[in-house]
């Protein structure tokens, strides 16, 4: 019998497709669905979909809904092929990684009344990590504390320690990612502490790498190296390729801060070889960031943007929100500071901000925080870079990240000094180089912490004798890039070379007589027309007369350029930024 297009049209009627299901009995709706199943499974065969292995699972589910009204066997025969399902959807979601749907199966296996308490503790895990790869870490974090109570019902068997041990590494994680770093360590040295007694390689090599993940944060990039050097070595000799990539990379980020730059940069560029062999876009993502940044280093732009770009489609594709807006945070950076594309950097923060905000990852809104001021102080909006800079360094206190804190410090210091506040530029700067001690901190004394100490010393108009102590700090910041060979890092050298032109003014001062062309410690030549033209308005408010090589200096190029409001703290002020 064949059915006329109208009839056809009024079956497809969601109501009425509804209603002749209703009519059906519970146990005519479960073979129903058990023959969907069938039919399904066999057509596809082997070629099994994400979408198609979460249709399979609903079905079952959808067959159990009424399951007091099954014959017990029926019943039971669908319990367990739901059960198969869902580990079948989380399996293939999560390999394919469409993290909601892994987070939604993988949940729903272990709310099965029937899954065992170890098959339990692995579905929680396992849902877990999807939602930390969606920087759902609240979500994730209850799925942690449902998971240590599974495994309180577990025995001692090697199989319940493997469990215990992820269940320490998802924990220390999950730390990282809210930067709660010593608990993050504890964490970690609990779960290294299982996988060498469970003689575990893989689990020891992730231990290993979380442990040197918290001493690169915390400033010990002698023991990072160290710990990610052996988790690295564990993984190769094991054939762990999947796992490699990720470490090569860290590895090569810290060596490039410990002034090892050629080591780094070979490591990272096999990190992202690893990455795309072994088809792990997260893996890759991570990679291509930390490539862009050793290519930014060497001053290879085009090859930096190409990657940071290729990262933000690749996390636009697997839905990682974390590593998008990682990427855009470095996108930014890259548009003002090689391209000077200001408008476009601070579209680009501000909306990383937003999203580091919405997922609840402090330390990225206060590494974005950074940035964002950094392009505020460029186009010569002096309060909000410093409310911005001081937000910065706050969120960075609270979540235990010395080094951050020590930049936003230090670069807050300098915009104080510009504007003549002389007291409150010098206690940042003894805070930033306070955060600075006993950390590995050759690189970023120079990158930072050198300028800005030498900058507030200078801008004070009661510092005496500016010209040896420019040289003792151009003395001590060669030595520092001689000894961790960074003096071909772009960031290094770029500062070196301005401490050098700073101590050579100085010194032609003195030798011809003359004022030094500065103004508060800075040279006219390291500020920007926007940012020169803010200061001339800064001086005019403090009714101080520049002599006239420096002012001539100052005014360079300044023809119809617009002045700055300096004092505008609007933009802070939208962004919620305590005040000053």
């Given at each position: 019998?064949?059915?006329?297009?109208?009839?056809?049209?009024?079956?497809?009627?969601?109501?009425?497709?509804?209603?002749?299901?209703?009519?059906?009995?519970?146990s005519q709706?479960?073979?129903?669905?058990?023959?969907?199943l069938?039919?399904?499974?066999?057509?596809?065969?082997?070629?099994?979909?994400?979408?198609?292995?979460?249709?399979?699972?609903?079905?079952?589910s959808?067959?159990?809904?009424?399951?007091?009204?099954?014959?017990?066997?029926?019943a039971?025969?669908?319990?367990?092929?739901?059960?198969?399902?869902?580990?079948?959807w989380?399996?293939?979601?999560?390999?394919?990684?469409?993290?909601?749907?892994?987070?939604?199966?993988w949940?729903?296996?272990?709310?099965h009344?029937?899954v065992?308490?170890?098959d339990r503790a692995?579905?929680?895990?396992?849902?877990?990590?999807?939602?930390?790869?969606?920087s759902?870490?609240?979500?994730?974090?209850?799925?942690?504390?449902?998971?240590?109570?599974?495994?309180?019902?577990?025995d001692?068997?090697?199989?319940?320690?493997?469990l215990?041990?992820?269940e320490?590494?998802?924990q220390?994680?999950?730390?990282?990612?809210?930067?709660?770093?010593?608990?993050?360590?504890?964490?970690?040295?609990e779960?290294?502490?299982?996988?060498?007694?469970?003689?575990?390689?893989?689990?020891?090599?992730?231990?290993?790498?979380?442990?040197?993940?918290?001493?690169?944060?915390?400033?010990?990039?002698?023991?990072?190296?160290?710990?990610?050097s052996?988790?690295?070595?564990?993984?190769?000799?094991?054939g762990?390729?999947?796992?490699?990539?990720?470490?090569?990379a860290?590895?090569?980020?810290?060596?490039?801060e410990?002034?090892?730059?050629?080591?780094?940069?070979?490591?990272?560029?096999?990190?992202?070889?690893f990455?795309?062999?072994?088809?792990?876009?997260?893996?890759?993502?991570?990679?291509?960031?930390?490539?862009?940044?050793?290519?930014?280093?060497?001053d290879?732009?085009?090859?930096a943007?190409?990657?940071?770009?290729?990262?933000?489609?690749?996390?636009?594709?697997?839905?990682?929100?974390?590593?998008?807006?990682?990427?855009?945070?470095?996108?930014?950076?890259?548009?003002?500071?090689?391209?000077?594309?200001?408008?476009?950097?601070?579209?680009?923060?501000?909306?990383?901000?937003a999203?580091?905000?919405?997922?609840?990852?402090?330390?990225?809104?206060?590494?974005?925080?950074?940035?964002?001021a950094?392009?505020?102080?460029?186009?010569?909006?002096?309060?909000?870079?410093i409310?911005?800079?001081?937000?910065?360094?706050?969120?960075?206190?609270?979540?235990?990240?010395?080094?951050l804190?020590?930049r936003?410090?230090?670069?807050?210091?300098?915009?104080?000094?510009?504007?003549?506040?002389?007291?409150?530029?010098?206690?940042?700067?003894?805070?930033?180089?306070?955060?600075?001690?006993?950390?590995?901190?050759?690189?970023?004394?120079?990158?930072?912490?050198?300028?800005?100490?030498?900058?507030?010393?200078l801008?004070?108009?009661?510092?005496?004798?500016?010209?040896?102590i420019?040289?003792?700090?151009?003395?001590?910041?060669?030595?520092?890039?001689?000894?961790?060979?960074?003096?071909?890092?772009?960031?290094?050298?770029?500062?070196l070379?301005?401490?050098r032109?700073?101590?050579?003014?100085?010194?032609e001062?003195?030798?011809?007589?003359?004022?030094?062309?500065?103004?508060?410690?800075?040279?006219?030549?390291?500020?920007?027309?926007?940012?020169?033209?803010?200061m001339l308005?800064?001086?005019?408010?403090?009714?101080?007369?520049l002599?006239?090589?420096?002012?001539?200096a100052?005014?360079?190029?300044?023809?119809?350029?617009?002045?700055?409001?300096?004092?505008?703290?609007?933009?802070?002020a939208?962004?919620?930024l305590?005040?000053?």
């Open positions: 019998m064949q059915l006329s297009a109208e009839d056809l049209y009024v079956f497809r009627h969601r109501v009425l497709r509804e209603a002749a299901y209703q009519l059906l009995l519970p709706r479960a073979d129903l669905h058990l023959l969907a069938t039919q399904l499974e066999k057509i596809a065969g082997t070629q099994v979909s994400v979408a198609l292995a979460r249709e399979l699972a609903e079905h079952a959808a067959a159990l809904a009424s399951e007091m009204e099954l014959p017990p066997a029926q039971a025969l669908l319990r367990t092929a739901q059960r198969r399902l869902l580990r079948q989380g399996e293939l979601a999560s390999k394919d990684w469409q993290n909601e749907e892994a987070a939604q199966a949940t729903a296996l272990a709310n009344a029937e065992s308490e170890h692995d579905a929680l895990l396992r849902a877990q990590t999807a939602l930390s790869l969606l759902r870490h609240d979500d994730a974090g209850n799925l942690l504390q449902r998971c240590r109570t599974s495994l309180t019902r577990l001692n068997t090697k199989q319940s320690a493997l215990r041990c992820r320490r590494l998802a220390a994680h999950l730390h990282s990612a809210r930067a709660e770093m010593s608990q993050c360590e504890l964490a970690a040295q779960a290294l502490e299982l996988a060498r007694q469970t003689q575990e390689t893989t689990l020891t090599a992730e231990a290993e790498s979380s442990l040197a993940s918290v001493a690169r944060h915390t400033g010990r990039l002698q023991e990072a190296i160290d710990r990610e052996r988790a690295l070595n564990l993984v190769l000799q094991t762990g390729a999947r796992a490699a990539a990720p470490m090569m860290r590895l090569g980020m810290a060596m490039r410990a002034g090892r730059n050629d080591d780094g940069a070979a490591l990272i560029a096999r990190a992202i070889e990455a795309r062999d072994s088809v792990n876009p997260r893996q890759l993502v991570s990679a291509l960031i930390n490539g862009a940044t050793t290519a930014r280093a060497a290879h732009i085009d090859e943007e190409a990657m940071l770009q290729e990262a933000m489609e690749i996390s636009r594709r697997i839905g990682s929100r974390s590593g998008y807006a990682t990427a855009l945070g470095n996108y930014a950076n890259l548009l003002q500071a090689a391209r000077g594309d200001l408008a476009g950097a601070e579209a680009a923060q501000l909306q990383t901000i999203i580091v905000r919405e997922i609840g990852t402090p330390n990225g809104e206060a590494v974005s925080l950074t940035n964002l950094f392009t505020w102080f460029s186009a010569g909006l002096f309060h909000a870079a409310r911005a800079w001081l937000a910065s360094a706050e969120l960075a206190r609270r979540t235990n990240y010395a080094l804190e020590a936003a410090r230090c670069f807050c210091a300098q915009a104080m000094a510009l504007l003549g506040l002389h007291e409150p530029a010098r206690q940042e700067v003894e805070q930033g180089l306070k955060c600075l001690r006993g950390k590995d901190e050759g690189k970023f004394y120079i990158e930072f912490g050198a300028i800005a100490e030498l900058t507030v010393v801008a004070n108009p009661q510092t005496i004798d500016a010209p040896q420019a040289k003792r700090t151009l003395e001590h910041m060669e030595s520092f890039a001689t000894q961790r060979g960074l003096q071909n890092d772009a960031y290094s050298r770029r500062t070379d301005r401490v032109r700073t101590h050579a003014e100085l010194a001062s003195v030798a011809q007589g003359r004022p030094p062309i500065l103004v508060r410690g800075v040279a006219p030549a390291d500020l920007n027309p926007a940012q020169r033209a803010a308005d800064v001086l005019g408010l403090d009714q101080i007369t002599a006239p090589a420096v002012d001539a100052m005014r360079q190029g300044l023809q119809d350029q617009p002045v700055p409001d300096w004092q505008d703290e609007s933009r802070a939208g962004l919620q305590p005040a000053v």
